[in-house]
């Protein structure tokens, strides 16, 4: 056979195939010491090894059999699978609002490359719609293409562009706007596009998925349909995150941009609202209202973009025993602001003191976050943190260190004048730092004891 039947196998599992006559893209039976499996033979990724076969059976999920265990293989049938997913043109209907997808890359513009066994940003938006017919009943879409780049390439110049771009829309009389985007630093994204994008009178709803579009158990296309009706129905008029409420497909939840947080590498509803609670449920039918302070939709467009900032801002997180030099090296190396992500209620050690005086005598700005990640910086407590005040270090309150961050930067896109940043930083343009966290704003169920528990088989998962 040629080797084009043959994709990425090598060495023994290139041989067993050949053995059995089993191709790449084949409908194969498998039978092994382990049991029998059925399925359709896939390509292997250049860089595996050559021990494992990897098939996708009945339920849509790929298994690796080891070619050890292998007793028998017989091919049923061939039919080479085609993962590209084609573009349509999306119909426009009626009555149904228009809604603006910008599509920046990330995993819910996605598939995977069986030659790298990568998960690629290469679903144009407009192939969205081919995979999701689903959207032509909510709404009008539009849709281009602003980058394709995984979320962890996004920066301060990829920021200002989607700023300027959701103007633009926002001007052109749009009723919503969404924003497909990688969910790693789909909360930083958030952030900038409040603090650059004010006073919009649309919900401006960013979406990711946290598992590929050609996984059984992907969130694409439910979390577009929730965003989608949130961008074009709600009548919450802010920057918002769409993604998974409970792990299963229930519900979506829609988090203010400067309060959410990703909190789990791989669980569908990772995304939390720290602080505070979401600002409502959505599912395909209804929104329902959690929270009743929110920015209202308004029929007018004078919205006002701020694409400012500098990238010579960094965080730095304080461990135990942290060195000096550590403080040193950034300030050496130009950084105009520091976040610090100090421990408790914003601490770092006494050793930090004479490069946090030398960091404050060469004018860089330094803000107090906390690694407790719920909770407000107090630094009045202990002489450690009024120390540090009297050193030049100011608290920020319950923001978030991903948000001090981001709005440090937009800061000193603007000002490098103290007084003028420190207004910026204190003032809060949409809840980044609230009076008082609500009683139900932290909860963190720890399983194994019994109220949890009890809690937990009463509810679905």
């Known amino acids: 056979m040629s ?10 599992s290139l041989e067993i195939l050949k053995k059995y006559s089993v191709r790449v893209w084949g409908q194969a039976t498998i039978t092994t ?18 021990q494992h076969i990897v098939m996708k059976i009945a339920t849509g999920y790929n298994v690796g059999i080891d070619i050890k265990t292998v007793t028998e293989m017989k091919e049923t049938g061939y039919k080479k699978a085609n993962y590209k997913i084609p573009e349509k043109e999306f119909p426009t209907t009626k009555g149904l609002p228009n809604v603006k997808l910008f599509g920046t890359g ?36 539009t849709t281009e293409k602003v980058f394709a780049v995984f979320s962890e390439n996004m920066g301060p110049e990829q920021y200002k562009k989607l700023a300027i771009a959701i103007g633009k829309e926002i001007e052109n009389g749009i009723d919503g706007i969404v924003i497909g ?19 919009s009178p649309v919900p401006i709803v960013l979406v990711g998925s946290q598992r590929s ?3 059984p158990s992907s969130d694409a296309a439910l979390n577009l349909m929730h965003a ?13 995150v769409c993604m998974f409420g409970p792990t299963s497909d229930d519900y979506g939840l829609l988090h203010k941009g400067t309060r959410v947080r990703k909190m789990h590498s791989s669980y569908r509803s990772t995304f939390r609202t720290i602080g505070d609670t979401p600002l409502a449920m959505i599912n395909r039918k209804e929104i329902t209202l959690i929270h009743n302070n929110y920015k209202h939709r308004r029929n007018d467009r004078n919205v006002k973009i701020f694409p400012y900032f500098s990238d010579k801002v960094t965080m730095m997180y304080y461990y135990p025993a942290m060195k000096p030099d550590v403080l040193d090296a950034l300030v050496d190396q130009g950084y105009k602001g520091i976040v610090i992500v100090g421990t408790g209620l914003g601490h770092v050690n006494k050793e930090l003191y ?42 920020a309150g319950n923001m978030l260190p991903e948000v001090a961050f981001i709005k440090l930067g937009w800061a000193l896109g603007q000002t490098n004048d103290p007084e003028e940043v420190k207004k910026i930083m204190l003032t809060p343009i949409n809840d980044e730092i609230t009076k008082r966290e609500p009683y139900n704003g932290y909860l963190v169920y720890q399983g194994g004891v019994p109220e949890v528990e009890d809690f937990i088989r009463k509810v679905r998962k």
């Open 3 to 12: 080797a084009d039947f043959f994709q990425g196998y090598k060495g023994a």
């Open 33 to 50: 010491t382990r049991g029998i499996f059925k399925g359709t033979v896939l390509p292997r990724a250049e860089n595996d090894d050559d």
């Open 106 to 141: 990330g995993t819910i513009a996605s598939r995977l490359d069986y030659r790298t066994g990568a998960v690629i940003p290469a679903f144009s938006p407009g192939e969205l719609y081919g995979a999701v017919p689903e959207l032509a009943d909510i709404c009008n879409l």
């Open 181 to 199: 985007h990688g969910t790693d630093t789909l909360h930083h994204t958030g952030a900038a596009l409040t603090f650059m994008v004010q006073n």
């Open 213 to 215: 579009s050609d996984r």
């Open 228 to 240: 989608m009706k949130a961008a074009g129905q709600s009548d919450i008029a802010e920057v918002m």
């Open 354 to 395: 004479p490069a946090i005086e030398r960091a404050h005598a060469k004018g860089v700005h330094m803000y107090m976050t906390l690694q407790t990640i719920w909770g407000y910086v107090h630094m009045f407590v202990y002489d450690t943190g009024r120390d540090m005040m009297a050193k030049g270090i100011i608290p």
